[in-house]
């Protein structure tokens, strides 16, 4: 009867042990999906952002005024930042899944998990940045956004990706 009872407890332990691992690994899978998806709608919001900025600018008598806007933050434009927005970028750069502001004019997102970001998937710990850019039609052939061109609006453009540091 002991034996019986040993067993019992032993495949029951077992199972209960399955059951949790595959609960966790559901929950992680999750957690990476909610990470990749408030990732996504932080990018869309900001590329919707310098969009409305970009037509205004545009229907301005003065759409020139564009070219100031390369390398700024883009944050500024919503009415308020994303929970996971740390402001200026440390050395280190942001936290795991925060999101921060560099010197060097990237907005800049650190990944928690393996994610699918920016048309690529991402390791852990990846810094991927991005930075306010011109959509505009090289009219002169220079390669360079200025006042001969026809400014058509502002974009936020994959700048490289980091794995780590800055």
């Known amino acids: 009867m002991n034996i019986h009872r040993g067993l019992l407890y032993a495949v029951t332990l077992t199972a209960i042990g399955l059951l949790v691992g595959l609960l966790l690994e559901a929950l992680d899978r999750q957690v990476n999906r909610a990470e990749a998806a408030s990732a996504r709608l932080v990018v869309n919001q900001l590329r919707a952002a310098l969009i409305v900025k970009g037509a205004e600018l545009r229907l301005s008598s003065h759409p020139e005024h564009m070219l100031q806007w390369r390398g700024k933050n883009p944050v500024s434009l919503l009415q308020k930042p994303p929970r996971a927005y740390q402001g200026r970028c440390g050395d280190s750069g942001p936290a795991a899944a925060k999101w921060c502001f560099s ?57 490289r990706q980091k794995t780590g540091g800055t």
Do not use: F
């Open 103 to 159: 010197e060097s004019g990237e907005v800049r997102y650190r990944t928690r998990s393996r994610i699918a970001l920016a048309g690529q998937e991402r390791p852990p710990e990846t810094i991927v940045a991005w930075r306010v850019a011109m959509d505009y039609r090289d009219r002169n052939g220079n390669g360079t956004p200025d006042k001969q061109d026809r400014l058509d609006g502002l974009k936020l453009a994959p700048v």
